[in-house]
């Protein structure tokens, strides 16, 4: 059975402030699942409920069906955005200290540290203080705290923060594996773009509220617009004078547009065709951050 962390109706309120108002969505096992929205919008608060740092006024959360207790929390695996480490530890001890807590041997958390580091670029560093590290690289070993004790579920608040192009491919492909071996993964991030290309699912919040949920292909399709695209071989200005057509972009033989409802997309294809070799015709998908612009303003 694949596992399922459930938010379910979550609200919680800051003194007269509403921070969250019945917050609902999923995280599938084995899915890297991309929690955004702008500061303020309720994602760290909502991740501290998960991990039980802070107690929901209403609603709750759900592991395979059952509320999350103590015990179950300890399985996780959760990466602070404030960075959580004892700046005068080195790397390895501290790592190895983290998995002592979470239940591990001796020789286990000697082993998983070490393994973790190699894998994340921080072999050689391993005997340095965390205070002396880079921001990039104290990054990397927040991450190898949320990882070392092999956790059932992990969330992780903007793990991608400070870090270089190359060491951004490194944790994907740790977070990837982490998720084929069947972990639920949520992770907030502003990077639109990069969560675009990783996520399986996608989480869109908002003043407190969940604007959007699902995997990519169904919100694109939901939230998709009547535009086209035509890229043709001659100058495609001909599209200004063509009927039912409103012209919305032009760069050439490229050529973005309208359609007038119930207009049949088949008449510009074959007006275009009449005049040349086509090279692509169809709608256009939008990106996540124009979803995001779409259901947060």
Same mark, same amino acid.
């Given at each position: 059975m694949t596992t399922v962390l459930n938010v379910d109706s979550v609200s919680r309120?800051?003194?007269?402030?509403?921070?969250?108002?019945?917050?609902?969505?999923?995280?599938?096992?084995?899915?890297?699942?991309?929690f955004v929205?702008?500061?303020?919008?309720?994602?760290?608060?909502?991740?501290?409920?998960?991990?039980g740092v802070l107690a929901a006024d209403a609603g709750e959360v759900t592991l395979d069906g059952r509320p999350l207790n103590r015990e179950m929390r300890q399985r996780f695996g959760y990466m602070p955005e404030e960075r959580?480490?004892?700046?005068?530890?080195?790397?390895?001890?501290? #790592?190895?200290?983290? &998995?002592?807590?979470?239940? +591990?041997?001796?020789?286990? *958390?000697?082993? !998983?540290?070490?393994? =973790?580091? @190699?894998?994340?670029?921080?072999?050689?560093?391993?005997?340095?203080?965390?205070?002396?590290?880079?921001?990039?690289?104290?990054?990397?070993?927040?991450?190898?705290?949320?990882?070392?004790?092999?956790?059932?579920?992990?969330?992780?608040?903007?793990?991608?923060?400070?870090?270089?192009?190359?060491?951004?491919?490194?944790?994907?492909?740790?977070?990837?594996?982490?998720?084929?071996?069947?972990?639920p993964v949520l992770f907030s991030s502003h990077q639109l773009d990069l969560v675009e290309r990783l996520c399986d699912d996608?989480?869109?919040?908002?003043?407190g509220? #969940?604007?959007?949920? &699902?995997?990519?292909?169904? +919100?694109?399709?939901?939230? *998709?617009?009547? !535009?086209?695209?035509? =890229?043709? @071989?001659?100058d495609a200005g001909w599209l200004r004078d063509q009927p039912g057509v409103t012209l919305l972009d032009l760069d050439g033989p490229r050529a973005v547009f309208d359609l007038d409802a119930g207009f049949d997309d088949q008449k510009v294809l074959l007006a275009a065709l009449e005049r040349g070799p086509v090279r692509s015709f169809g709608p256009v998908v939008p990106s996540l951050t124009e979803i995001f612009r779409e259901v947060v303003r």
């Open positions: 309120r800051f003194g007269d402030r509403a921070v969250l108002k019945d917050v609902s969505f999923a995280v599938g096992g084995g899915k890297l699942t991309g929205g702008a500061n303020g919008a309720g994602k760290t608060t909502t991740m501290r409920i998960i991990l959580g480490l004892y700046p005068k530890m080195t790397v390895h001890d501290q #790592i190895v200290y983290l &998995g002592r807590l979470h239940g +591990l041997s001796g020789a286990d *958390a000697e082993r !998983r540290t070490s393994a =973790l580091l @190699d894998r994340l670029g921080l072999g050689e560093r391993a005997g340095e203080q965390v205070e002396k590290l880079s921001l990039g690289n104290q990054q990397r070993a927040q991450v190898a705290a949320a990882l070392v004790h092999d956790p059932e579920v992990l969330v992780l608040d903007e793990p991608f923060s400070g870090l270089d192009p190359l060491a951004v491919e490194v944790m994907v492909d740790v977070l990837r594996d982490r998720a084929a071996a069947g972990v996608l989480v869109i919040i908002a003043d509220s #969940i604007r959007a949920a &699902g995997d990519r292909a169904s +919100l694109r399709t939901r939230h *998709a617009v009547p !535009r086209y695209e035509l =890229l043709v @071989d001659a």
